[in-house]
């Protein structure tokens, strides 16, 4: 998520738990065994892990070391990991993120020891779009050169983006929203709301996620190439929107399946038996970084 200071990118990060199914007895577990063997307390309620380290932390906090132990990436398995200000963690740290949300694993090595914990985890990610946060107001609060606002962009690899399935502007709220009372932002009768509330967008994620575990056994996200092939395959409309796309921002083969990959997704959340065109639309649409920033 890109947007200026106050515009709401770690609301959002931290209510996405809340839209994710109760972890399962044997995830309980999974989650529950990692924690101890970081030495912390388990904790209950079937609850997804959140985690959210500083933008400080070592890359060894966020993989796991010293006394071979899991790192912040293992202790949100499962669960959601989300790094604000994503370009202020060290690079090293950032490109250590880049095997793990392929394979799903962190492999820890210490002299002759090694250990290997699983991190199968939700990466989520905010950054401002500028140094000094505010490039697009119309206010004319950004004082950042060009210059300074691409070497902060591209502080974040390319390769780490293009592990990234979605990445979208956030826009502040507007002020008439921000000060408005709860009252008047009641829907009057015969009106159509424009959004839906957190229990009804959770319903959607459990229905999609069910509908994708008796389609293909698991989830999309942890789809094989082969499988991206067999189970996201696309009519000639979608193809040639797609072709043009990839033709356009010059995206790569992971870019590619990735987009497939979010693309049946969002069919999925729409009761879509086979992706259509607009599904196509959208996941290109989100992703913002590929798009020439000049």
Sequence with gaps: MIGPPGAGKTLLAQRLPGLLP?????????????????????????????????????MAALIGGGSLRPGELSLSHLGVLFLDELPEFPRNALEALREPLETGVVVVARLKRTCEFPARFQLVAAMNPCPCGYAGDRRGRCHCTAEQIIRYRNRISGPLIDRIDIHIEIAPLPLEDLMAEAQERVVPPGVARTAEDSEAVARRVAAARNVQLQRQGKLNARLSPDEVTRFCGLAKEPRA???????????????????????????????????????????????????PTC
Excluded: M, N, W
């Design 241 to 291: 929107l797609l072709a043009a796309a990839i033709a356009r921002l010059g995206l790569s083969a992971r870019a590619y399946h990735r987009v497939l990959k979010v693309a049946r997704t969002c069919a999925d959340l729409s009761h879509a038996p086979e992706i259509r065109t607009v599904d196509v639309a959208e996941a290109v649409k989100l992703r913002t970084l590929d798009r």
């Design 22 to 58: 109760p972890l399962s007895e044997p995830e309980t577990l999974e989650v529950a065994s990692l924690e101890s063997a970081a030495g912390r307390r388990p904790s209950l309620g079937g609850r997804r892990p959140f985690r959210s380290p500083q933008h400080t932390a070592s």
